[in-house]
């Protein structure tokens, strides 16, 4: 007869349970014994100061990337300010001499309006203008020196238009020849619509000034 020793199941599971504790104990001391003898503790300390020390210059070379684009951009927008002022100012300085220019034309042209003091009655600015076939519209400014203590002058304008008609020499007459009475001091502008017929090829215009005797005073032939 054989006497066998039943032990209960809690018993035996507590067994069990302590002597794999014991196993994971001692697996886990070999492991941290070897790990120390292998310098894996010292080489995981020594790439996680590696790792802070790369991560910190990182962020320090974004800040000097950040700060350097920022001065990059301030003196890009600075640039372009003074480009643009520079373009003003070019412009500013055209239109200056631009403008300088035209009144010393205006100048020019005033002083050739001028009669000197010993020409008497002047015709000067004559424009013509074609306002239809048959039609000359005209402009012009006669001036006599002395300013305001000039002698009044009195008279008579006439314009004479000339050219050709069917291939023949032609002359305005009669109502086709503009006259006009005059009556100023120191100048007097004048404008009006010379007329003649549409077939007419006109080569120039006489314009002139008769006194109150009929005596030309000022004389002046335009090509129209």
């Known amino acids: 007869?054989?006497?066998?020793?039943?032990?209960?199941?809690?018993?035996?599971?507590?067994?069990?349970?302590?002597?794999?504790?014991?196993?994971?104990a001692l697996a886990l001391w070999a492991f941290e014994v070897g790990r120390g003898l292998a310098g894996l503790d010292g080489g995981?300390?020594?790439l996680g100061e590696q790792l802070a020390a790369t991560q910190a210059q990182l962020e320090a070379a974004r800040r000097d990337r950040d700060r350097a684009q920022s001065i990059a951009n301030t003196a890009d927008s600075l640039l372009k300010t003074e480009r643009v002022?520079?373009?003003?100012?070019?412009?500013?300085?055209?239109?200056?001499?631009?403008?300088?220019?035209?009144?010393?034309?205006?100048?020019?042209?005033?002083?050739?309006?001028?009669?000197?003091?010993?020409?008497?009655?002047?015709?000067?600015?004559?424009?013509?203008?074609?306002?239809?076939?048959?039609?000359?519209?005209?402009?012009?400014?006669?001036?006599?020196?002395g300013g305001r203590?000039?002698?009044?002058f009195s008279g008579e304008l006439r314009l004479q238009a000339t050219g050709t008609?069917?291939?023949?020499?032609?002359?305005?007459?009669?109502?086709?020849?503009?006259?006009?009475p005059?009556?100023?001091?120191?100048?007097?502008?004048?404008?009006?619509?010379?007329?003649?017929?549409?077939d007419v090829q006109l080569r120039q215009v006489q314009v002139r000034v008769l006194d109150a005797s009929g005596h030309a005073r000022a004389t002046q032939v335009v090509r129209p």
């Open 1 to 24: 007869m054989a006497v066998r020793s039943h032990l209960p199941w809690p018993v035996r599971w507590a067994l069990v349970a302590i002597v794999l504790g014991f196993s994971g």
């Open 44 to 46: 995981a300390r020594q």
């Open 85 to 145: 002022t520079q373009a003003r100012l070019i412009e500013q300085v055209k239109a200056l001499e631009a403008e300088n220019q035209a009144l010393k034309d205006d100048l020019g042209f005033f002083e050739r309006l001028l009669p000197s003091a010993s020409s008497g009655v002047a015709i000067r600015g004559v424009q013509f203008e074609r306002v239809v076939p048959g039609q000359l519209r005209y402009q012009l400014l006669l001036m006599q020196p």
């Open 149 to 152: 203590s000039a002698p009044e």
């Open 165 to 180: 008609r069917q291939g023949q020499p032609w002359s305005a007459e009669g109502a086709e020849m503009v006259s006009q």
């Open 182 to 198: 005059l009556r100023f001091r120191q100048h007097r502008r004048l404008e009006g619509v010379l007329s003649y017929p549409a």
